[in-house]
């Protein structure tokens, strides 16, 4: 019952910066734990950030102190603003989310138990 739409992608030069958004719908946000991951082609998915219920942030070294992950929850809103963009960052970015009471500061490497993923949007970043 969950559906999550991202945006915010599209082309860009390096050293430049995209703000992504995922929204959900169907279910509180509030009961929902989310994480940002990534997959470029012919790679392995990549896990970028999470978040906790208290807002606590944990983030792939790939993309610490350049990424921040944040949450609306009034508005069932997860966003990820990218600064300092590489072309090694081109990828399909996808949100996606979980069932919980509590969102504990979780590794973003972690996808098994994700139940629900949102289409993605794209990201590329001029080489």
């Known amino acids: 019952q969950v559906h999550l739409v991202e945006s915010g992608g599209g082309p860009v030069q390096s050293g430049g910066s995209l703000r992504l958004s995922c929204t959900s719908s169907?279910?509180?946000?509030?009961?929902?734990?989310m994480g940002w991951f990534r997959q470029a082609p012919g790679q392995e998915r990549e896990g970028i950030a999470t978040?906790?219920?208290?807002?606590?942030?944990r983030y792939a070294d790939s993309v610490k102190g350049r990424f921040t992950i944040s949450q609306d929850k009034f508005i069932n809103t997860l966003t990820l603003q990218m600064n300092g963009l590489k072309p090694e960052d081109t990828a399909m970015y996808y949100c996606?989310?979980?069932?919980?009471?509590?969102?504990?500061?979780?590794?973003?490497?972690?996808?098994?138990?994700?139940?629900?993923w949102g289409q993605g949007t794209q990201v590329t970043v001029a080489s």
């Open positions: 169907g279910y509180g946000y509030t009961r929902l734990c």
């Open positions: 978040i906790a219920s208290d807002d606590t942030p």
């Open positions: 996606a989310a979980r069932f919980a009471v509590d969102c504990p500061a979780r590794d973003p490497s972690r996808d098994e138990d994700y139940t629900y």
